[in-house]
T-cell receptor
Framework: AQSVAQPEDQVNVAEGNPLTVKCTYS??????LFWYVQYPNRGLQFLLK??????LVKGSYGFEAEFNKSQTSFHLKKPSALVSDSALYFC?????????????FGAGTTVTVRA | GAVVSQHPSWVICKSGTSVKIECRSL??????MFWYRQFPKQSLMLMAT?????????EQGVEKDKFLINHASLTLSTLTVTSAHPEDSSFYIC????????????FGPGTRLTVL
């Protein structure tokens, strides 16, 4: 079974400060890892993914994430947060070559960036 | 990037009626489509996976007779909530992938269903 944990329900930061959203995973094998963002009453927007290669992955809107195999983590980061980054963030994992790359999502972290 | 649309974006219906939600891939052929359900401020729960031309594979606990999924073409999948009840009120999201997109999936904007 595969699972994803987002230990923080909410993250609050001031605009201009660094933003980190934590994610840990528990899967057997080498996972594919994803971050998505969701704005109210909208679908999910893809931010970035880790498949293989460089552990630091750069994605959309200035976000990046670092894959840490020893800690089984894939934390999302942004050096300088914007008010418009306020949204719900989901980490997700899938196993390669299985079940159409079925995704398991974390519970989500609500990010609030205050002006 | 690839675009997935859903129709309608929101729907209100009476208890006991059936509601059909469409999911379309606009600029690619979706060999596989996924249907999710999301309760307020909660995560997405996978309901079923459908491959074009095949019967959908439902997740454990999802009633296949209540949530009818059809994936008749490479650009269209439908989810029909039959005999809807208030507890079926939720946000339904579809996603799709094609044979070349690997593990990445493209998500629709979601459909808000409210059953009175």
């Amino acid at each position: 079974a595969q699972s994803v944990a987002q230990p923080e329900d909410q993250v609050n930061v001031a605009e201009g400060n660094p933003l980190t959203v934590k994610c840990t995973y528990s899967v057997s094998g080498n996972p594919y890892l994803f971050w998505y963002v969701q704005y109210p009453n909208r679908g999910l927007q893809f931010l970035l993914k880790y498949i293989t290669g460089d552990n630091l992955v750069k994605g959309s809107y200035g976000f990046e994430a670092e894959f840490n195999k020893s800690q089984t983590s894939f934390h999302l980061k942004k050096p300088s947060a914007l008010v418009s980054d306020s949204a719900l963030y989901f980490c997700a994992v899938s196993l390669p070559f299985s079940n159409d790359y079925k995704l398991s999502f974390g519970a989500g972290t609500t990010v609030t960036v205050r002006a | 990037g690839a675009v997935v649309s859903q129709h309608p974006s929101w729907v209100i219906c009476k208890s006991g009626t059936s509601v059909k939600i469409e999911c379309r891939s606009l600029d690619f052929q979706a060999t596989t489509m996924f249907w999710y359900r999301q309760f307020p401020k909660q995560s997405l729960m996978l309901m079923a996976t459908s491959n074009e031309g095949s019967k959908a594979t439902y997740e454990q606990g999802v009633e296949k007779d209540k949530f009818l999924i059809n994936h008749a073409s490479l650009t269209l999948s439908t989810l029909t909530v039959t005999s809807a009840h208030p507890e079926d009120s939720s946000f339904y999201i579809c996603s799709a992938r094609d044979a070349t997109s690997g593990p990445r999936k493209f998500f629709g904007p979601g459909t808000r269903l409210t059953v009175l």
